[in-house]
């Protein structure tokens, strides 16, 4: 009965942006690495009108639907549609939705978008995106006194990504780049150790890496830059300033953004007691 | 039997970052404006004896379990668990794990954590992000033509935010700021129409929120950047160089950054028949 396939094929709507039910399928799709998993994203569907066509469709070509509707009249009619027909459907912030009803005897808004609702936690993060960005490549030492989080590192330990992530949020993020050449800016000094984060990485990486980038740049790949000694100075340079500044020390080296920023979270403790 | 509460807990645990989980429930915690719904996250968790005390504690403070487990002893386990002790359990993962297993006749691979998979695609989001960092505010003109998209606008039209969350996808984006006073860079002109989107902004939007910078800077909120005739003008300004460059125009005003950043997608036609 069953026939193996190498596809499946996934419809995802949402009412709102639907960026859940894509963070989702790529988890699902991760697992899964021969496995061709297709999607096709609706975002914005509002009403009955746009959303009949897409079922049939999804009836035609025998698509699955994940989906996230806060509003009940469309997740009835998707539901209604599917089991009629024999499609999958999984309308993921319904169980959820249904718990907290049930334990707080209180109806859901059913306002779509809601996530990203214009209000205080929602400009201090797009303010944090923006500190972020202006204060990556330690360019204003004297902003580091705003800074939740100001994080060290020679190049290539992964300052720029990290400090744009950890300020989606929320968080107040200020790099600052080790040169063993360079004076460290006085206001380093000045910084709450307990805000400083010291970034390492393996040298056989951070030799690859910057081999990339001289080659990207046009350069001779074997420059200064990329040299097994030069990278070692740097990073004995690096762990010097940490243990002036007795910071704690992560090593971004097989580590993604995403856990690497976890991470960095735990040590400050705003894991796992703050929710977020 | 159902007693009104004004609070539902949850315990979110990942054998990965979990950031899932966290998604999933602000996107139900914004339907109940007035409940406190608590969460205390745990990731990393990977073995048996960190889950356990998790459990346990859930079992006391009588708190929800929604999990991203994609190893399926853990997700037994704490299956297992919560259904002997009445503790309400939610694997977000596994529903969908099973059908993709299902219908493609393939096990998972059971790998925490892949989804952050240092790959190629990885890779190219991190040096996007990195070029929206180095290319904001217009910075390096002649890097235009690298760019997958450039935003124009005017101050306070969600430039920088966009930008970033726009690479977080993995698209190259610029940024340029339009000042009537300043001369466009050349550069522009020679950047293909289809990747250029010109934003826009209600006027008392922009005044209240240019009140507000000037507030935090200590300057007179009342100083031209503020004024209504000022604003205008820039406005104007930034419509005619839109109609120059003939390039679509978004208005940013009471959407949220992901609101635009989907529509932006969708002018360009990456959504919906890219599902990214």
Chains 1, 2 share one sequence.
Do not use: W
Not at 211 to 240: C, F, H, P, T, W
């Amino acid at each position: 009965m069953t026939q193996r396939s190498h596809t499946s094929e996934f419809y995802l709507i949402s009412d709102a942006v639907g960026q859940l039910t894509v963070d989702l399928l790529k988890s699902v799709a991760v697992q899964f690495p021969g496995i061709n998993i297709k999607t096709t994203t609706y975002p914005f569907v509002q009403h009955e009108d746009n959303l009949l066509p897409i079922l049939e469709k999804a009836k035609q070509t025998g698509a699955h639907i994940v989906a996230t509707f806060v509003k009940k009249e469309l997740d009835q009619l998707a539901n209604d549609y599917c089991q009629k027909n024999g499609i999958y459907y999984n309308n993921v912030l319904h169980p959820l939705i249904q718990l907290v009803s049930h334990d707080t005897q209180t109806s859901p808004d059913q306002k779509p978008g809601q996530r990203h609702l214009l209000n205080d936690q929602y400009y201090k993060r797009i303010s944090a995106l923006e500190f972020a960005v202006q204060n990556d490549d330690g360019r204003y030492p004297e902003r580091f006194k705003e800074a939740d989080i100001v994080l060290l590192g020679i190049s290539r330990t992964s300052k720029t990504p990290l400090s744009i992530f950890l300020a989606f949020q929320g968080y107040k993020v200020a790099n600052l780049p080790l040169v063993p050449e360079a004076k460290l800016p006085e206001e380093i000094f000045q910084v709450d150790t307990n805000k400083l984060i010291g970034l390492t990485n393996d040298i056989d990486i951070l030799n690859k890496f910057r081999r990339e980038r001289m080659r990207s740049y046009g350069v001779d790949e074997k420059g200064l830059y990329s040299d097994d000694n030069r990278i070692e100075k740097e990073l004995q340079y690096a762990n010097d300033v940490y243990e002036r500044l007795q910071c704690p020390i992560i090593n971004v080296a097989e580590r993604s953004i995403e856990e690497t920023a976890t991470l960095i979270l735990m040590f400050m403790n705003y894991l796992p007691t703050k929710g977020n």
